[in-house]
């Protein structure tokens, strides 16, 4: 008896149960290196495994990206994780921040005051930006995620010493970044 050829929907369907199958093989055997990864960037291994625990739902949802090497592609997206956690971070400490500030006494300088601490925010925001990446980890591992100096410089591989140089730099770039736009006010002398 004849075997009928299998019909196109019947041979998609075996191929996406390997491309699964690929990716779970690939995905378990690379886990570890993308906690490790993502742990020295946000500082927190309890963090870094539900990190990867989610990239790994990402991924498993959604239809399989074809790429060349997907161990290197899925550390280079724990990379990216790491990086998106520590920004929603630093944004939930500032909204937290902004609704435990203490209201101001005087009503009328109450909408310029706003302007003026969300321009100099968004002048800081930009300086930080424009740190490089090892800076401006090290600077949102400190001031956001309480990290002692110690920690992160055993978590990034770098000595105390180079740690606080990268931090005297950061605070440097966001002090200038208030300085700055003073110099340029109306009014002001320069």
């Known amino acids: 008896m004849i075997t009928p050829p299998p019909k196109p929907h019947e041979i998609q369907r ?14 378990l ?8 990864l993502v742990s020295r960037r946000v500082g927190c291994r309890a963090t870094a495994a539900d990190l990867v625990q ?8 959604r239809p399989l990206v074809q790429v060349e090497e997907l161990g290197t592609y899925l550390l280079r997206c724990a990379g990216n994780i790491a990086i998106d956690h520590l920004r ?20 009328d300088s109450e909408p310029q005051a706003a302007l003026e601490a969300g321009n100099d925010l968004r ?20 001031r956001i995620h309480g990290r002692k100096y ?11 010493s180079a740690v606080e140089k990268h931090m005297m730099r950061a605070l440097e770039a966001c002090k200038a970044s ?12 320069k």
Request: no cysteine; hydrophobic share 45%.
């Open 29 to 36: 055997s690379q886990r570890s290196q993308m906690e490790a």
């Open 54 to 61: 989610d990239l790994f739902l990402r991924f498993w949802r």
């Open 178 to 189: 208030l300085r700055e736009p003073q110099l340029r006010a109306p009014g002001h002398a």
């Open 88 to 107: 929603s971070e630093a944004t939930r400490v500032r909204a937290s921040e902004g609704l435990m500030a203490e209201p101001s006494d005087g009503v």
């Open 150 to 160: 110690a920690e992160i410089a055993k978590a990034m591989g770098l000595s105390q």
């Open 14 to 27: 075996d191929d996406l149960r390997g491309d699964r199958a690929h990716f779970l093989h690939v995905f």
């Open 123 to 142: 002048h800081v925001e930009a300086a930080l930006r424009a740190l490089p990446e090892r800076t401006r980890q090290i600077f949102l591992l400190n």
